[in-house]
C-alpha cells in the first residue's frame, strides 16, 4: 500500500516489520520528546501537556498503553493510530516505551542487569554512586554520547562476557549464557544508550531514500489557503521561530541547530526546487500531516488550523515568494 504525502512523494504505509524505536522517532517524539519525557517543542502548545514516560509515579499497564495508541484518548492530543500502524507496530512501539523510558521489564535482559550489572553501573546505567567514588577507574556510563560512539554490539558482548583487563569489569562467560549476554547488552543499548533511536533519522530508519518528486512545471503560485483560510504572516512567524527554526533554521534554509543530526536535511525553503514546488496549499498540508519517513511530523495534532494557516503564510511570504509579501503589502493599502 503506497501512502501519498503533501509534499509529492510516496511512502510505504506501515507493514507491522518497522523497528519499534523508529515508530516512536517518526511518530510520538514530536509530542513526548526524543526520551519520552515529554519536553518537546510541542509542549507548551498543548493541554493537558503530553504524557512524561519517565515520571518516578507512573503506572500504565501496558493493555492502556495499547488501547490508548491504537485509538487516541479524548480531551487530549493524543489521536489513534490505528489507521496508520498495525496491531504489531503499536504493541511494539509500546513495548519501546516501556522499556526505553518507564523502565519496565518486558524481557530478560533488565532482570538480568539488575541481577548482575546495576551494582557497578547504577539502575539507570550511568554508574552507581559508590562504584564512581572508589574504583579507580569508574564504571562506564552507558548514556553518554561517547559511549554511544566508542561501543558496538559486538565489543559490548565481548567485554561482558570476558571482562575488560585494567579495569573492575569483570568477565560473566562462566555465570551467563551467550544469549543472556547478549539479552543484557540489548537491553543497555536500548534503555540507556538509545542506540538505535540516536542512529536512525527519517527515510534512513525504513531502509531506503525517498526523494521529493518536484513537479515537472511551476507550481501555481498563485492558489490560497485550503478552506477559506487566511493566515497572519507576524503570528506566523512567532510559531515558526518557536517551533520549527531549530530544525528549518532562522532563515529558513534547513541550517537550524538541529539539522545537523538530521537525515534526510530538514526542507530548505529558499533553494530553487523549492521555490518551484511549494505553493500555499502544498505548505499547508505538509505542515498539517507531516512526511512519513522524514522528522517531519503533523502538525494538526499540536496547532489548529488558523495558527497553520499563519506558520503557512509566513514561510511562504518570507522564505519560498519574499516577492508575494510585497504583493500582499500593495494590495493592503
Same mark, same amino acid.
Given at each position: 500500500m503506497l501512502v501519498g504525502n503533501a509534499f509529492g512523494a510516496e511512502t510505504k504505509a506501515a507493514t507491522g516489520k518497522t523497528r519499534p524505536e523508529t515508530i516512536y522517532h517518526n511518530y510520538c517524539s514530536v509530542c513526548h520528546g526524543d526520551r519520552?519525557?515529554?519536553?518537546?517543542?510541542?509542549?507548551?502548545?498543548?493541554?493537558?501537556?503530553?504524557?512524561?514516560?519517565?515520571?518516578?509515579?507512573?503506572?500504565?499497564?501496558?493493555?492502556?498503553?495499547?488501547?490508548?495508541?491504537?485509538?487516541?484518548?479524548?480531551?487530549?492530543?493524543?489521536?489513534?493510530?490505528?489507521?496508520?500502524?498495525?496491531?504489531?507496530?503499536? $504493541? #511494539?512501539v509500546v513495548d519501546y516505551i516501556r522499556t526505553a523510558f518507564m523502565n519496565?521489564? *518486558?524481557?530478560?535482559? !533488565? &532482570?538480568?542487569?539488575?541481577?548482575?550489572?546495576?551494582?557497578?553501573?547504577?539502575?539507570?546505567?550511568?554508574?552507581?554512586?559508590?562504584?564512581?567514588?572508589?574504583?579507580?577507574?569508574?564504571?562506564?556510563?552507558?548514556?553518554?554520547?561517547a559511549s554511544r560512539k566508542e561501543l558496538t554490539r559486538a565489543t559490548m558482548i565481548t567485554v561482558a562476557t570476558h571482562g575488560k583487563p585494567g579495569t573492575a569489569? $569483570? #568477565?560473566?562467560?562462566?555465570?551467563?549464557?551467550?544469549?543472556?549476554?547478549?539479552?543484557? *547488552?540489548?537491553?543497555? !543499548? &536500548?534503555a540507556f544508550m538509545q542506540i538505535d533511536a540516536a542512529s536512525i533519522s527519517g527515510t534512513s530508519a525504513h531502509g531506503g531514500r525517498e526523494k521529493d518528486v518536484v513537479a515537472a512545471t511551476k507550481a501555481d503560485l498563485a492558489l490560497p489557503l485550503p478552506d477559506a483560510l487566511s493566515g497572519d504572516r507576524a503570528r506566523g512567524g512567532k510559531l515558526f521561530l518557536a517551533n520549527c527554526a531549530t530544525c528549518h533554521g532562522a532563515k529558513g534554509d534547513g541550517q537550524g541547530p538541529r539539522a545537523h543530526f538530521i537525515r534526510p536535511r530538514p526542507r530548505n525553503f529558499i533553494d530553487k526546487a523549492s521555490r518551484q514546488l511549494l505553493n500555499r496549499p502544498v505548505l499547508y498540508a505538509g505542515i498539517a500531516k507531516g512526511k512519513q519517513g522524514t522528522e517531519m511530523s503533523a502538525w494538526d495534532k499540536v496547532l489548529t488550523p488558523q495558527e497553520i494557516a499563519d506558520v503557512t503564510e509566513y514561510v511562504f511570504v518570507t522564505f519560498v515568494q519574499p516577492s508575494a509579501a510585497v504583493a500582499v503589502g500593495k494590495s493592503a493599502k
Amino acid at each position: 500500500m503506497l501512502v501519498g504525502n503533501a509534499f509529492g512523494a510516496e511512502t510505504k504505509a506501515a507493514t507491522g516489520k518497522t523497528r519499534p524505536e523508529t515508530i516512536y522517532h517518526n511518530y510520538c517524539s514530536v509530542c513526548h520528546g526524543d526520551r519520552g519525557n515529554g519536553l518537546s517543542r510541542a509542549r507548551n502548545s498543548l493541554t493537558p501537556p503530553p504524557r512524561d514516560f519517565t515520571a518516578s509515579n507512573i503506572k500504565l499497564p501496558r493493555d492502556y498503553m495499547i488501547t490508548v495508541t491504537r485509538d487516541g484518548k479524548p480531551g487530549t492530543a493524543m489521536v489513534g493510530w490505528k489507521t496508520q500502524l498495525s496491531e504489531q507496530d503499536i $504493541a #511494539g512501539v509500546v513495548d519501546y516505551i516501556r522499556t526505553a523510558f518507564m523502565n519496565v521489564d *518486558v524481557g530478560p535482559g !533488565r &532482570t538480568l542487569y539488575i541481577q548482575n550489572c546495576s551494582v557497578c553501573h547504577g539502575d539507570r546505567g550511568q554508574g552507581a554512586a559508590w562504584a564512581s567514588g572508589n574504583m579507580a577507574r569508574p564504571p562506564r556510563d552507558f548514556s553518554t554520547a561517547a559511549s554511544r560512539k566508542e561501543l558496538t554490539r559486538a565489543t559490548m558482548i565481548t567485554v561482558a562476557t570476558h571482562g575488560k583487563p585494567g579495569t573492575a569489569m $569483570a #568477565g560473566f562467560s562462566t555465570q551467563l549464557r551467550p544469549a543472556e549476554i547478549e539479552a543484557i *547488552v540489548d537491553y543497555i !543499548r &536500548t534503555a540507556f544508550m538509545q542506540i538505535d533511536a540516536a542512529s536512525i533519522s527519517g527515510t534512513s530508519a525504513h531502509g531506503g531514500r525517498e526523494k521529493d518528486v518536484v513537479a515537472a512545471t511551476k507550481a501555481d503560485l498563485a492558489l490560497p489557503l485550503p478552506d477559506a483560510l487566511s493566515g497572519d504572516r507576524a503570528r506566523g512567524g512567532k510559531l515558526f521561530l518557536a517551533n520549527c527554526a531549530t530544525c528549518h533554521g532562522a532563515k529558513g534554509d534547513g541550517q537550524g541547530p538541529r539539522a545537523h543530526f538530521i537525515r534526510p536535511r530538514p526542507r530548505n525553503f529558499i533553494d530553487k526546487a523549492s521555490r518551484q514546488l511549494l505553493n500555499r496549499p502544498v505548505l499547508y498540508a505538509g505542515i498539517a500531516k507531516g512526511k512519513q519517513g522524514t522528522e517531519m511530523s503533523a502538525w494538526d495534532k499540536v496547532l489548529t488550523p488558523q495558527e497553520i494557516a499563519d506558520v503557512t503564510e509566513y514561510v511562504f511570504v518570507t522564505f519560498v515568494q519574499p516577492s508575494a509579501a510585497v504583493a500582499v503589502g500593495k494590495s493592503a493599502k
